[in-house]
């Protein structure tokens, strides 16, 4: 079946590191392909998405591109800070079905 | 704020016990999704509603049950319920449930079963 795969966390930075989180995807056909993003006591919002392969998503500095030969769709971000502390999901959504599956998340963590 | 609203934000309740949760999806959405987010599970989808009508199941265990109502609300029931039912349920929402569609998560209900 369908699934995904993100890194383990916490990942933890100081402000203005370079962040990767990497998230690989097993599905059939061509899903569209997700990162949501969970502040403390929040639920999850959209961050970026990608509906086709070579496709980038990018949103608040944050962007990921949808490889299809490598099957992934790494997060990037080329300075964090502080508030970019959360969890971040990958999850996509299969053409078949309307299920949107989601990885287990990575917690970010980011210091002064 | 995404629009979803989901009722109640905390929910204590005891071993056995039945309870509902409620989600407003937002206005136009047609599509409600539900999901378990437990710390040992990651984020679990349950089911999907679009327009009233069943449309996708996950791992919605047979205690629990959910539908949507003309006005397109919907609850999801949880009964008999036990100590591993505690999690956080989320609603999200979309605009016709396609494969392309994003989905607009309310803010949660905490469940605490004792």
């Known amino acids: 079946g369908n699934s995904v795969t993100q890194m383990e966390g916490p990942v933890t930075l100081s402000e203005e590191a370079f962040l990767t989180i990497n998230c690989t995807y097993t599905?059939?056909?061509?899903?569209?392909l997700f990162w949501y993003v969970q502040y403390p006591g929040e639920g999850l919002q959209l961050l970026l998405k990608?509906?086709?392969?070579?496709d980038k998503g990018s949103n608040k500095g944050f962007e990921a591109t949808y490889r299809k030969e490598t099957t992934s769709f790494h997060l990037e971000k080329g300075s964090v800070q502080v508030s970019d502390s959360a969890v971040y999901f990958c999850?996509?959504?299969?053409?078949?079905?309307?299920?949107?599956?989601f990885g287990t998340g990575t917690r970010l963590q980011v210091f002064p | 704020d995404s629009g979803v609203t989901q009722t109640p934000k905390h929910l204590i309740t005891a071993t056995g016990q039945r309870v509902t949760l409620r989600c407003s999806p937002r206005?136009?959405?047609?599509?409600v999704y539900w999901y378990q987010q437990s710390l040992d599970q990651g984020l679990q989808f349950l089911i999907q509603y679009y327009n009233g009508e069943e449309r996708a199941k996950g791992n919605i265990l047979e205690r629990f049950s959910a539908q949507q109502f003309p006005d397109l609300h919907s609850e999801l029931n949880l009964s008999s319920l036990e100590l591993g039912d505690s999690a956080l349920y989320f609603c999200?929402?979309?605009?016709?449930?396609?494969?392309?569609?994003?989905?607009?998560f309310g803010q949660g209900t905490r469940l605490t079963v004792v």
């Open positions: 599905a059939t056909g061509y899903p569209s």
């Open positions: 990608a509906t086709k392969a070579d």
């Open positions: 206005s136009g959405d047609l599509s």
């Open positions: 999850a996509l959504s299969d053409q078949k079905s309307d299920k949107l599956i």
């Open positions: 999200a929402s979309s605009v016709d449930g396609g494969p392309e569609r994003v989905a607009f």
